[in-house]
């Protein structure tokens, strides 16, 4: 046989399979499949007592709105207001004790120890008094944020102790759309790209910005959180709304 041709077919033989090899994966689709959304919001907290004490006011009712500032706990703190009373007092008193000492130091007529030791019961009794000063601005809780009442864990004359929860409060208009992506997509995705959420509850469908993509990637069903903003002002929306994540990889707003 022919060198020539031997090597010619052995050529036309290897090629196709040399060349299937080189073949590059099919691109992802720009739809990833169903993804499932949960509405969160970004900023939640229970409100707990500081200290044992009887609640004289608790407001609003649970779904009520309330404004950064207003008063949602009073407590009843007449002991404290009392010990205020005796510890201002007992600084005036001291304070007097101390004026004294020193007039006398003056006249040489009392000891460099007494005169400090009324000075340092003048410390004590202004530091007992802050202490209780302190205590009694816990009396009324006022709230960090504007918001709503989630739940309500205490009522009006009800005794708490140091630590007990007394209500829970969100902001329903601070909210965010929490999934999972598959990990083959992580690379397809940034920060600032949109994607469209379908509400089960309300029927529609918004937009929403990436803000987050989580550090890690679970290992056991290859996914990533993804945190995303929903644009505008929808007061129809309410944290644990859920709904479907419809995201291209591909597009992002301008």
Same mark, same amino acid.
């Given at each position: 046989?022919?060198?020539? =041709? ?11 399979? +040399? ?21 969160? /919001? ?10 044992? *004490?009887? @609640? ?7 779904g009520q709105s309330f404004k950064q ?6 407590? #009843? ?10 510890? &201002? ?6 304070? /007097? %004790?101390?004026?004294?000492? &020193? ?29 209780i000063q302190v205590r009694i601005s816990?009396?009324?809780?006022? *709230? ?5 009442? *989630? ?7 009800? =005794? @708490? %102790?140091?630590? #007990? ?10 909210? &965010?759309? +929490? ?5 083959? =997509?992580?690379?397809?995705?940034? %920060?600032?790209?949109?994607? %469209? ?7 529609a469908t918004y937009t929403a910005l +990436? ?6 990637? #679970?290992?056991?069903?290859?996914? @990533? ?20 994540? *419809? ?8």
């Amino acid at each position: 046989m022919n060198p020539i =041709y031997f090597w010619a077919v052995l050529a036309g033989l290897i090629w196709p399979l +040399v060349a299937a090899g080189q073949e590059t994966a099919p691109p992802l689709p720009l739809a990833p499949p169903e993804l499932r959304a949960e509405l969160i /919001t970004q900023r939640h907290v229970v409100l707990a007592s500081d200290f044992a *004490a009887r @609640v004289l006011e608790i407001a609003p009712e649970e779904g009520q709105s309330f404004k950064q500032g207003d008063l949602l706990v009073r407590f #009843d703190c007449s002991l404290e207001k009392a010990q205020l009373e005796r510890a &201002q007092a007992q600084v005036k008193a001291a304070e /007097t %004790k101390v004026s004294v000492q &020193q007039r006398l130091s003056h006249l040489n007529a009392t000891s460099r120890m007494e005169e400090e030791l009324a000075a340092a019961e003048a410390a004590t009794a202004r530091a007992e008094m802050k202490i209780i000063q302190v205590r009694i601005s816990r009396c009324e809780l006022t *709230a960090p944020f504007s918001g709503r009442v *989630a739940e309500r864990m205490a009522q009006p004359h009800q =005794y @708490v %102790k140091a630590g #007990d929860p007394l209500m829970e409060i969100l902001d329903p208009n601070a909210l &965010q759309a +929490v999934f999972l992506l598959p990990s083959r =997509y992580l690379s397809h995705l940034a %920060k600032g790209d949109a994607f %469209k959420i379908h509400i089960d509850e309300t029927s529609a469908t918004y937009t929403a910005l +990436v803000t987050a993509i989580g550090a890690r990637i #679970d290992a056991l069903s290859q996914s @990533v959180k993804i945190v995303g903003r929903i644009t505008g002002d929808h007061p129809e929306l309410l944290p644990g709304m859920s709904g479907q994540a *419809a995201l291209e990889v591909s597009s992002k707003l301008p």
